[in-house]
Structures are given as structure tokens and as C-alpha cells.
């Protein structure tokens, strides 16, 4: 199975950047991508995932892309440079700030119509560049997973307080989700099983992400429901199968202390599992 690798890093990280504003501790960060945090004893965020990748067989020279903003091309590019990415795999959208950002969804499509040249024939694994899972989790399990015709999600498995804050899915006896919610209230349903934005897409899923944003164009839905990327889950679930594949957890850097926690988990030896989602 030919896979291309498309790693989201174009967001803004408005959150992160407040609270290193009021943090002076921390004030060498200010303006850092959070793909590029420094973490854990390596460069930076996203060569956790760039080293798991090639371990599973992905090719830098090949494979594994990037799509970011025009603010943070250039500091993308110079991390492309120290690990032999090539440049024209930094995919960048044009945009300049969080106001004029195109959101999570047409970055995705953005970036697999600058890889495939709208002629997709390839499944694409699509990471978002904010994510970490534990230091337990197999990708190549995980790819080992993957049907034809169909695509494949993660999930993690959360308490009540945190079902507010993320999509959750409903699967069948098979693993295969029929059901997603984005942030429900924990009495809305019994699943705690969360989705984070690491999907490996089949070639026809590409097709009804183009469908999703032409009807969120047609239905004039704004940049909440189409920066969200578990609304174009919801979408894809009833059109094609989308099947599910548990981990021990995961790490989402959103505002500094997630950051220092997962700074402090990958500095560390000692293999943990949990939820460490922030």
C-alpha cells in the first residue's frame, strides 16, 4: 500500500502564544510554530513524528509532506533543511494570520492537491502537527490496519470531565464508527472513545472531503464548522467506512502547561500509558 504522509502545520497556536506572553519563564517561544516546540531531547515536535515515520518505512525524499502558513514557511523550511526534507515538500497556503487562516480541512485538501496534483491515487496518512501519542503506540500496527476502501482512525479512551472538550465516537461490535459527536455533554452518550485528528484517508475519502467543503460553502457554514476536522469525519462516516484503532492515549499541545507536560513525558525513559490529553 503506497501512503503519503501529510503532517497539519499551519495553524496559529493563539492560545499557546497568550499564555507564553504572561510566562516570562518562557518568553524564547513566542512566535514558535507548535509543530517546532523544542520536545523532549529532540529538535522539536514534529521530528517525533518524522523519526516514527521513517522507522515505519516512510521515505523523506518521497513521502512525508508538511502544509504550514506563510508566516512559518521559512522556519519550516530551515527544519527541512537539518533533516534532508525536501523543500518543495513544505507545502505553504498563502495565509499570514489566525483571521485569514483557512482552516484545518482545506489545509488538508490543500495539501494533498499540491502532493498529488489533483490526481489522488494514494492513501494519505494525515497527522495534526499539535499531537503526540505515547511512547507506546505502534505505526506499523497501526498501517497493518488499513482495508481497501475504507479509512482509519485512532481512538483513546477518555473520563466525563473531558467529553466536552473532544469528538467522540460511536463504533459497532467491528470497531467501525457509526456515530460522531463533536464535544457532547458527557450525558449525551456512553462512548468515551476520542478521535484524535490522525487519519489515514483512502484515495475515495479525498473525493467526499471536496464534497464536505463544496456543502459547507453551499450552506454558508463559517470557518468553526470546516476548521474542525471531526465535522469532516462526520461527514465521511455514513459514506464510507471508517474503521477504529485503540491507543493508550495521547498528548495535545494547546496552552503551556500541555506543553511542559509533554516536554516532561518525552524527556523522561520510563514508558507511561493514560490520558495525558490537555
Given at each position: 500500500?503506497v501512503?503519503?504522509?501529510?503532517i497539519?502545520?499551519?495553524?496559529?497556536?493563539t492560545?499557546?502564544?497568550?499564555?507564553?506572553?504572561?510566562?516570562?519563564?518562557?518568553?524564547?517561544?513566542?512566535?514558535?510554530?507548535?509543530?517546532?516546540?523544542?520536545?523532549?531531547?529532540?529538535?522539536?515536535?514534529?521530528?517525533?513524528?518524522?523519526?516514527?515515520?521513517?522507522?515505519?518505512?516512510?521515505?523523506?525524499?518521497?513521502?512525508?509532506?508538511?502544509v504550514?502558513?506563510e508566516?512559518?514557511?521559512?522556519?519550516?523550511?530551515?527544519?527541512?533543511?537539518?533533516?534532508?526534507?525536501?523543500?518543495?515538500?513544505?507545502?505553504?497556503?498563502?495565509?499570514?494570520?489566525?483571521?485569514?487562516?483557512?482552516?484545518?480541512?482545506?489545509?488538508?485538501?490543500?495539501?494533498?492537491?499540491?502532493?498529488f496534483?489533483?490526481?489522488?491515487?494514494s492513501?494519505?496518512?494525515v497527522?495534526?502537527?499539535?499531537?503526540?501519542?505515547?511512547?507506546?503506540?505502534?505505526?506499523?500496527?497501526?498501517?497493518g490496519?488499513?482495508?481497501?476502501?475504507?479509512?482509519?482512525?485512532?481512538?483513546?479512551?477518555?473520563?466525563?470531565?473531558?467529553?466536552?472538550?473532544?469528538?467522540?465516537?460511536?463504533?459497532?461490535?467491528?470497531?467501525?464508527?457509526?456515530?460522531?459527536?463533536?464535544?457532547?455533554?458527557?450525558?449525551?452518550?456512553?462512548?468515551?472513545?476520542?478521535?484524535?485528528?490522525?487519519?489515514?484517508?483512502d484515495?475515495?475519502?479525498?473525493?467526499?472531503?471536496?464534497?464536505?467543503?463544496?456543502?459547507?460553502?453551499?450552506k454558508?457554514?463559517?470557518?468553526?464548522?470546516?476548521?474542525?476536522?471531526?465535522?469532516?469525519?462526520?461527514?465521511?462516516?455514513?459514506?464510507?467506512?471508517?474503521?477504529?484503532?485503540?491507543?493508550?492515549?495521547?498528548?495535545?499541545?494547546?496552552g503551556l502547561?500541555?506543553?511542559?507536560?509533554?516536554?516532561?513525558?518525552?524527556?523522561?525513559t520510563?514508558l507511561?500509558?493514560g490520558?495525558?490529553?490537555?
Open positions: 500500500m501512503v503519503k504522509a501529510l497539519l502545520g499551519a495553524g496559529y497556536g492560545r499557546l502564544q497568550k499564555d507564553l506572553i504572561n510566562n516570562e519563564t518562557y518568553h524564547h517561544l513566542l512566535g514558535v510554530p507548535k509543530a517546532l516546540l523544542p520536545l523532549g531531547g529532540r529538535d522539536c515536535l514534529i521530528t517525533h513524528w518524522l523519526d516514527k515515520l521513517t522507522e515505519s518505512g516512510f521515505s523523506k525524499q518521497e513521502d512525508i509532506y508538511v504550514t502558513n508566516a512559518s514557511a521559512n522556519e519550516f523550511a530551515k527544519w527541512a533543511e537539518r533533516h534532508d526534507i525536501p523543500l518543495d515538500h513544505i507545502i505553504n497556503d498563502g495565509t499570514t494570520t489566525n483571521d485569514t487562516r483557512l482552516g484545518a480541512v482545506p489545509d488538508i485538501l490543500f495539501g494533498i492537491d499540491h502532493i496534483k489533483n490526481k489522488n491515487n492513501s494519505v496518512l497527522i495534526g502537527g499539535d499531537t503526540l501519542f505515547l511512547k507506546d503506540f505502534d505505526l506499523d500496527k497501526f498501517m490496519q488499513k482495508q481497501q476502501g475504507a479509512c482509519l482512525v485512532t481512538t483513546y479512551t477518555v473520563d466525563d470531565n473531558t467529553v466536552p472538550k473532544v469528538g467522540i465516537v460511536e463504533t459497532n461490535e467491528q470497531g467501525v464508527i457509526r456515530s460522531f459527536l463533536e464535544k457532547p455533554s458527557a450525558h449525551e452518550t456512553t462512548a468515551r472513545q476520542a478521535c484524535p485528528c490522525f487519519y489515514l484517508l484515495p475515495l475519502a479525498i473525493t467526499l472531503i471536496r464534497d464536505f467543503l463544496a456543502d459547507c460553502k453551499q454558508q457554514l463559517g470557518l468553526d464548522h470546516y476548521d474542525a476536522t471531526g465535522k469532516a469525519l462526520a461527514y465521511l462516516y455514513p459514506r464510507l467506512p471508517v474503521h477504529t484503532f485503540p491507543i493508550s492515549g495521547r498528548i495535545d499541545v494547546g502547561q500541555s506543553y511542559i507536560d509533554a516536554h516532561h513525558y518525552f524527556s523522561t520510563t507511561t500509558t490520558n495525558l490529553d490537555k
